[in-house]
């Protein structure tokens, strides 16, 4: 795990917080806690002007997180607008077929945090395409959860929730930083596309109109030249 300071990140995915996962008799073990931290990064990645993203799961018919039904619904408050969105999925990986891709891009985000549920799903999967795409990956892992693995006969014994988490953790190489406390990712604000081309356009308009013995002096030789 991370112990030197950690680098402020430009985006916070949260990913299937839905209501199926985290609340009634069906929620993973430490959905309170997930639900915690999840409230804590949202209020300091908004208040950070960071993207953020809510993933949700669109499951098969018949499934807790159907499209439609209760247990679809994102279970925390959404603040739509310019930095913040909800992305559909039907597959594990965020980046599959949806458009969090383009709205990172757009965002200007190069590094990312990720909470949410299931450990060794839809989190994992998310993460190791991100890193995939060249993205920096920050993973509190006190922040994310899955369900108790259930024993197999012949196989092995039950694995708690908590052991299968930490092994999916484990699973995403070196590349991932995971760090303990959700509390210690600090946020900032990436540029989105339309303030990064309006500061292109007035950057263009200044130079046009400023006299011509404000601006750079421009070598009348070649690159090679040299200065007598």
Known sequence: MTAAPIRPVQALLVVD????????????????????????LLARARAAGALVVHLQN???PGTADEPHTPGWELHLPVEPGPREAVVRKTDDDGFEDTRLGELLTGAGVRELALCGVLSEMCVSAT????LWRGYRVVLPHDAHATYDIPAAPGISEAVP????????EWALGDEIEIVARAADVPFAAGELAAERAAASGAAAVSAAAAPAA???????????????
């Open 17 to 40: 917080v839905q209501s199926a996962f985290v609340s009634g008799g069906e929620a993973v073990p430490d959905a309170a806690r997930v639900l915690d931290r999840t409230r804590d």
């Open 161 to 168: 929730a908590a052991m299968s988490s930490r092994a999916a």
């Open 214 to 228: 404000e601006r750079p002096a421009r070598a009348s030789e070649g690159c090679g030249a040299k200065t007598p």
């Open 127 to 130: 993460a190791r395409t991100a």
């Open 58 to 60: 669109d499951g098969a």
